[in-house]
RNA sequence: GGGGGUGUAGCGAAGCUGGUUUAUCGCGCCGGCCUGUCAAGCCGGAGAUCGCGGGUUCAAGCCCCGUCACUCCCGCCA
């Protein structure tokens, strides 16, 4: 009893207001017996006139005039006016004159048009409003952190420290909103192509193959450990072993890598596997379901089938293995030319088996050395160790940078590149996979530059033909380019101990506007072929026993063939919306280092916890 | 692990190469006025350890060093 009371001076003494402001609300039981709401405030329109209305929702926005007062009433599906006249009964006016931003309110009044001089276009209720004959006050608000729909936006820092707010803002919604909308459109469409939707573990065993798993320790059995997955795969594997045929789930992932604008510590996939099939199965059905999703969340058509590009015509012609293909600016190889020219650093290049790439920047002559050098930088951060230029000049003659060294075969350079006077040409001399990387990177940074890519068009390519291994040169071994159960292609079988390097795999990523919205692949259903690709990774078969034996194992009892495909749901959703991070599609995302400032977690825990965990925290050493 | 950027009232910003005393502006907040606004308006008011610590200087929001937080990027992310 005693501390009750101490609670509410406490209470009373921190919001700093009057009690009396405060009336309206604590003299009346807010219930919502009978002010339940009988329309949604975006949603009224003039065929409701006369009728009388409940309205529920935030007092968005406030004009007080004494006599009247116009209250800006918002729940989810929009805004409408809101008016107490002077007419009204003095309690009544008091109550509206006692509201502040985001009181959460129910009101009862009749629709009515306004007078053609009052009314506001820029509202899609702008042409009628509420007029107030009874108002409760459901709750109350303390004055806000930052304004819902403001001027200016708030600080991401702050947004996140208050979170239920953020989401508040109109902004905030619609993204959720598109959100919801698209996993529903998937869920419509892949049950209607006969996936089950299907729930895997969360605590899964911990493979240690790829990202750093995140653990989770067990208290029954101490000293062991579940992980959380970083992908349902050896999941829905099993489940095509099951004989489910097709399966999906929008499925949480979780890796413990460092976070980036588009990579959450968690995140969100389409995930989908399927027996039976080529990979134009799953090609298919992925393009299908875009296409449904289009039309039903962004009620726009989208092309299919989407283009196909060879991983290695990517890496060559775009310098990425997700090219944004929405322009054109393709990298050209300078090998014939170079050779040729008096520039000894491309020569060595070219001796020591590596690419000299070139980019042709349309009318970019005119660039400043500060500029030149900005996209140099670009391409070092990539690797490359420096950026060679040079200019055409309007009589077709190069000017500038290493055009000294090309004197002899200007025509040639200029011909065989195609380029223009007042043309900026590019260069990066490096091993193969940095040169076309680096200059892929200032191809991507003068796309932007150039604003080269129409804003709201999407231009999705599979990426096919991956290599199934790439080599590890500090451990001087072969890796899995994606994962350990992609399908060699047939026609490589031959020469996957030969010649590990050249090994296309059915392994396929989904591009939309440079950025890689999803990967897959045909997977292995073979234990003899995957022995043999343990083999060339050097995991032995005891190895692959210990780590991925009831894999191995379900695979003995009559796998069907499979494959499919994970879709990366935050990033869709960010492209979608046309957002920069995927923080703003997630609801209640975590920062750049895994943090989350609304609940403050990750957080210490009792020693209790720990003890029954038998954990121990070791200090770091300073 | 490495590189870049930012940090000034509750929120968003200004503060030029160090020097006008009480660090400015808009929003919000508090008090008052106001019967048709819709970013309402008008009058008055409160609110800032200039991220933190140290240093240089007669003088530091501004320069230097360190540190913390946030953010972007490289590495990493089968």
């Known amino acids: 009893m005693t501390n009750g009371i101490f609670f509410l001076c406490v209470f009373a003494a921190k919001t700093g207001r009057k009690g009396l402001s405060h009336s309206g609300a604590h003299d009346r039981f807010p219930s919502m017996e009978k002010m339940k709401r009988t329309h949604a405030c975006g949603e009224l329109s003039l065929s409701q006139t006369e009728k009388e209305v409940i309205l529920n929702g935030w007092v968005h926005r406030l004009r007080d005039y ?21 007419d009204a009964p003095a309690a009544l006016r008091e109550r509206a004159a006692s509201l502040k931003f985001e009181y959460c309110v129910a009101v009862r009044g009749t629709v009515r048009a306004r007078p053609e ?18 108002l409760e006050i459901l709750s109350t608000c303390e004055t806000l952190p ?32 598109l959100r919801h909308e698209t996993a529903f459109a998937a869920r419509e469409y892949l049950v209607g192509r006969g996936f089950y939707e299907i729930e895997t573990p969360t605590f899964i065993r911990s493979t240690p193959e790829g990202a750093r798993d995140f653990l989770v320790p067990s208290r029954v059995q101490p000293g062991k450990f579940y992980a959380l997955p970083q992908s349902p795969q050896l999941y829905k594997q099993l489940l095509m072993v099951s004989g489910f045929e097709r399966y999906f789930q929008i499925a949480r992932c979780y890796r413990d890598e460092d976070s980036r604008g588009d990579r959450q510590p968690e995140f969100t996939q389409i995930d989908l596997e399927m027996s039976f099939v080529s990979r134009e199965d799953v090609f298919e059905v992925t393009e299908g379901m875009m296409r449904h999703i289009f039309k039903k969340v962004m009620k726009s058509d989208l092309a299919v089938p989407f283009r196909r590009l060879p991983y290695d015509e990517a890496m060559s012609r775009y310098g990425s293995d997700k090219p944004d293909l929405r322009f054109g600016l393709e990298l050209k190889d300078f090998g014939a030319p170079a050779a040729k020219s008096d520039f000894q650093v491309f020569k060595t290049v070219l001796a020591a088996k590596g690419l000299v790439k070139a980019l042709v920047a349309p009318g970019c002559g005119e660039y400043s050395r500060k500029q030149i050098t900005d996209l140099e930088e670009t391409a070092k951060t990539y690797g490359a160790k420096g950026l060679a230029w040079m200019k055409v000049t309007k009589e077709g003659r190069l000017e500038g940078g290493v055009a000294k060294f090309f004197e002899k075969i200007a025509a040639e350079v200029v011909a065989d590149l195609a380029a223009k006077p007042g043309d900026l040409l590019l260069f990066v001399a490096d091993k193969p996979r940095t040169a076309c990387v680096a200059l892929g990177a200032v191809r991507t940074r003068l796309g932007a530059d150039l604003k080269l890519a129409k804003p709201g068009d999407f231009l999705f390519a599979w990426i096919v033909d991956f290599p199934l291994f790439e080599y590890n040169e500090e451990e001087k071994r072969w890796d899995p380019a994606h994962h350990l159960f992609s399908m060699p292609q047939e026609k490589y079988l031959d020469m996957l101990e030969s010649d590990p390097g050249s090994v296309k795999a059915d392994l396929y990523d989904l591009v939309c506007n440079g950025v890689e919205l999803a990967s897959g692949s045909i997977r292995i259903h073979d234990p003899k072929l995957q022995a043999r690709v343990f083999a060339v990774i050097g995991i032995t078969m005891a190895e692959a026993e210990r780590r991925f034996g009831f894999l191995l194992e379900a695979f003995k009892y009559g796998p069907p063939p499979h494959g499919g495909i994970g879709i990366g749901f935050d990033r869709f959703i960010t492209l979608l919306v046309g957002v920069a991070t995927i923080r703003e599609v997630i609801a209640f995302p975590k920062n750049t280092v895994g943090a989350s400032a609304m609940d403050d977690c990750p957080s210490s825990v009792d020693e209790k916890q720990l003890k029954d965990l038998r954990l121990m925290v070791i200090e770091e050493e300073k």
């Open 117 to 134: 001089s009052m009314r506001n276009p820029e509202m899609k209720t702008g042409d009628l409003e509420v007029k107030v004959f009874d």
């Open 146 to 177: 930052f304004m819902i729909d403001g001027e200016s936006e708030a600080k991401e820092d702050a947004r996140l420290r208050y979170r239920y707010l953020d989401l508040r803002t109109s902004a905030m919604q619609d993204r959720i909103r």
């Open 66 to 86: 004494g006599g009247i007062t116009f209250i800006n009433l918002r729940d989810r599906s929009g805004v409408v006016q809101a008016v107490v006249e002077s």
